[in-house]
């Protein structure tokens, strides 16, 4: 995203815990700040792509952190998926600062944020998006408004991991029962994206089982978290979430088989190691 | 499907329990039996579309069944989704009397079989095929050709269902948990059919959710009977599916409730009676 607004001529100054980043956007014509502090000194408004909730709380209020930096009038538009509940407190947190909070969890990956074609589900004052307007339409391709209160969006964007990691786990679970059958996986992806059985996740990541090539493009361990943020939101709110309970086992047995860097569609290697089938089609591996 | 046949200029003998499904066949032009054995009298093909493989097995080899009257070198398809060990068993039961047997589950239901565009998932002899392929020319949009073992069309169907119904639990969940969270569910799904979380069944079944509009396009039972066999399966395979099982015990939860002949988007009612939500939406109640 820090490159895609540098090629459009935004003034960005970065800042990652990972030095290598902080030189690519400073090669690709940005500038990279040793703190968070340092890289908000003098901007009215600061976005957040980070993994979690943990890692957002440091960004704003950890050692050097953005907040204290941040002046009235100033906005902060967080991008991770985090908890609703999280983002409904830190908007408190910021608003007695005088800072405003747009809650806008991203779908799409870096290669679609490098293109401006990321999805965005958010919520915040119009006034906020207002001041976020040229940003959201540099990145994104489709921006939804999905009300005024900061943690709507994320609710939404929690909603739609529930049903992308559950599908994720099915397609998983449904590839290898089809090998275990002796079906040609290849013939079942074919039949079955063109049936009602498809998702957008089956057509997605099956290729990625048919290849055996478990590149990240969006690593297991993000659905540990987004499963997580989904069960913890149900158990706080006393709501039984069955299927998107057994799902998140399926990506825990992922990781701790290893696979947490590893791309999602991972879950099915745990089908395949367990039960001793293989999903990876000869026919397809070279696409 | 016999409706369309008779369209179609096909002499049709029918057979079916309800003897208003008789009367409605003779007034559209084709002839009403008494029993599966006179419907076949003379006949060399077969179609059978019954609910289940207990029906499949009575139509066959019950009182008057078909199977006595049917001679060498006829042949049977059969429609239904059943276990595909029935299929391979009923094959080679079939083949001992000089019968042969096109696998053919169908997915479409009644208003896609009046227009003849179903999709059918089969395997059989090449010979078997070509015994159908006016049949199958007629009934079917799409027709995959599985291989030539029967059981392998079921297999393929099996797999098909075991997504679908996973997928439909799974829409009912994020629905009612969408509703739990007090978002505008007709929002929920303007958004999500757009997203990575969107799947063909959330597509077609989340609007009876929000027109709260159960007539059973499908019925609920249906799928407690296809996740059924895809459990069966699972167990005589020894091939664990924690996805699948958590979904059929929703279906279950259904089916307990009294919603296991209305339509299978009533697994939704399972959370709104647990939790006391709404997932119907004023704003598309009138769709």
């Given at each position: 995203?820090?490159?895609?607004?540098?090629?459009?001529?935004?003034?960005?100054?970065?800042?990652?815990?990972n030095?290598?980043?902080?030189?690519?956007?400073?090669?690709?014509?940005?500038?990279?700040?040793?703190?968070?502090?340092?890289?908000?000194?003098g901007?009215?408004?600061?976005?957040?792509?980070?993994?979690?909730?943990?890692?957002?709380?440091q960004?704003?209020?950890?050692?050097?952190?953005?907040?204290e930096?941040?002046t009235?009038?100033?906005?902060?538009?967080?991008?991770?998926?985090?908890?609703?509940?999280?983002?409904?407190?830190?908007?408190?947190?910021?608003?007695?600062?005088?800072?405003?909070?747009?809650?806008?969890?991203?779908?799409?990956?870096?290669?679609?944020?490098?293109?401006?074609?990321?999805?965005?589900?958010?919520?915040?004052?119009?006034?906020?998006?207002?001041?976020?307007?040229?940003?959201?339409?540099?990145?994104?391709?489709?921006?939804?408004?999905?009300?005024?209160?900061?943690?709507?969006g994320?609710?939404?964007?929690?909603?739609?991991?529930?049903?992308?990691g559950?599908?994720?786990?099915?397609?998983?679970?449904?590839m290898?029962f089809?090998?275990?059958?002796?079906?040609?996986?290849?013939?079942?992806?074919e039949?079955?994206?063109?049936?009602?059985?498809?998702?957008?996740?089956?057509?997605?990541?099956?290729?990625?089982?048919?290849?055996?090539d478990?590149?990240?493009?969006?690593?297991l361990e993000?659905?540990?978290?987004?499963?997580?943020?989904?069960?913890?939101?149900?158990?706080?709110?006393?709501?039984?979430?069955?299927?998107?309970?057994a799902?998140?086992?399926?990506?825990?047995?992922?990781?701790?088989?290893?696979?947490?860097?590893?791309?999602?569609?991972s879950?099915?290697?745990?089908?395949?190691q367990?039960?001793?089938?293989?999903?990876?089609?000869?026919?397809?591996?070279?696409?």
């Amino acid at each position: 995203m820090a490159h895609r607004l540098v090629s459009r001529a935004f003034p960005v100054f970065g800042f990652d815990v990972n030095p290598d980043a902080g030189r690519r956007l400073v090669a690709a014509g940005g500038r990279a700040a040793a703190t968070p502090a340092q890289a908000v000194e003098g901007a009215m408004r600061l976005i957040i792509v980070v993994a979690n909730s943990v890692q957002a709380e440091q960004v704003l209020f950890g050692t050097d952190g953005a907040a204290e930096a941040l002046t009235n009038g100033s906005a902060v538009m967080l991008c991770s998926t985090v908890p609703p509940d999280f983002v409904r407190t830190l908007a408190e947190r910021l608003g007695a600062k005088g800072i405003a909070l747009l809650d806008a969890p991203l779908s799409g990956g870096t290669v679609r944020a490098g293109n401006g074609e990321l999805t965005v589900m958010a919520s915040g004052a119009p006034e906020t998006f207002a001041i976020f307007e040229d940003v959201l339409g540099t990145v994104a391709q489709t921006v939804y408004r999905l009300g005024e209160q900061p943690g709507q969006g994320s609710t939404f964007k929690m909603i739609n991991q529930l049903l992308a990691g559950v599908h994720i786990a099915a397609a998983s679970e449904a590839m290898a029962f089809a090998a275990r059958n002796g079906l040609d996986t290849g013939k079942v992806f074919e039949v079955i994206a063109n049936s009602a059985g498809a998702s957008w996740m089956f057509c997605n990541r099956v290729p990625h089982m048919l290849a055996g090539d478990y590149t990240p493009h969006s690593a297991l361990e993000i659905f540990v978290k987004d499963l997580g943020i989904v069960l913890d939101e149900g158990h706080r709110l006393r709501f039984p979430l069955p299927l998107s309970a057994a799902a998140h086992q399926l990506f825990l047995m992922g990781s701790a088989a290893g696979f947490g860097g590893d791309d999602d569609a991972s879950v099915v290697r745990v089908f395949e190691q367990i039960a001793g089938v293989k999903v990876q089609s000869d026919s397809t591996s070279d696409t």
